[in-house]
């Protein structure tokens, strides 16, 4: 599938729009932080960054894609047996991060995979 077809499709504009969404979230962190003293601003800086290197690998290709889907479904299964074998512990401070960061390993990993897919059909050409 070529890129024209793929950013027409219903789950690629899906996708943009949770990101947009996300990105105008951190960045009104950022600015409560800054002018209200609520919450930390660094940290909304740092997470609308790491959303933005994430929204610039999945426009690259369909596997970063499906790769940071299956990212963050991947932490979010892993967060639900954190919590459930240690209900007592608070782990809303390492949720977003750890889904950022889970996503954008595993759509390097998406990334990688199709490049080198895309090589091996090439040469069999």
């Avoid at 609520?38 to 933005?52: C, D, N, Q, S, T």
């Avoid at 782990?91 to 199709?114: K, N, P």
């Amino acid at each position: 599938m070529d890129k024209k077809t793929l950013h027409k499709k219903w789950y690629f504009r899906l996708l943009q729009v949770i990101f947009l969404g996300f990105f105008i979230f951190f960045i009104i962190v950022c600015i409560r932080g800054i002018f209200y003293g609520e919450g930390e601003p660094f940290v909304g800086f740092i997470f609308a960054g790491i959303l933005a290197i994430v929204y610039w690998l999945i426009m690259r290709n369909k596997g970063s894609m499906g790769g940071f889907v299956f990212g963050v479904l991947i932490d979010f299964i892993f967060l639900f047996i954190l919590h459930k074998i240690y209900p007592e512990e608070d782990i809303a401070g390492i949720v977003i991060i750890s889904l950022l960061l889970s996503g954008l390993f595993f759509a390097f990993i998406g990334y990688l995979t199709q490049k080198y897919f895309e090589k091996k059909s090439k040469i069999k050409r």
